[in-house]
């Protein structure tokens, strides 16, 4: 189901966009994500393999978590979070998409074979 935004957007609305960008302009979220992508995991996992201290990936998962963009769930004295809106990867397959022709257009202008092409 695709939504049209009003033109001009309201203010509010403004900011909540703004608020979603925010928080993927971070690149641990960005890679904490990529990892949920694959399915739910604990707090232990994933900080274990980002290379992360727990206390800093919780705190992204928190943040993550009460935009709506992951859901986690209790199970003894873990916490365990996985995707909660799929539209998160949509924009990061756009914006992945973007960056990617862009990188391959910079090799052309260099002369350089390009890995992304």
Avoid: W
């Amino acid at each position: 189901m695709t939504m049209t935004l009003p033109h001009p957007l309201p203010p509010d609305l403004a900011t909540l966009i703004a608020r979603r960008f925010r928080l993927l302009g971070d690149p641990l979220r960005v890679r904490i994500l990529d990892l949920l992508r694959d399915g739910e995991q604990s707090v232990n996992a994933l900080s274990e393999q980002l290379g992360a201290g727990q206390q800093n990936v919780s705190k992204h998962l928190a943040l993550l978590a009460d935009a709506g963009m992951l859901a986690r769930r209790k199970e003894g004295n873990r916490i365990y979070y996985r995707i909660a809106d799929d539209g998160v990867f949509a924009l990061c397959e756009q914006v992945c998409g973007s960056v990617q022709s862009q990188l391959a257009t910079l090799a052309a202008l260099i002369g350089e074979p390009s890995r992304f092409s």
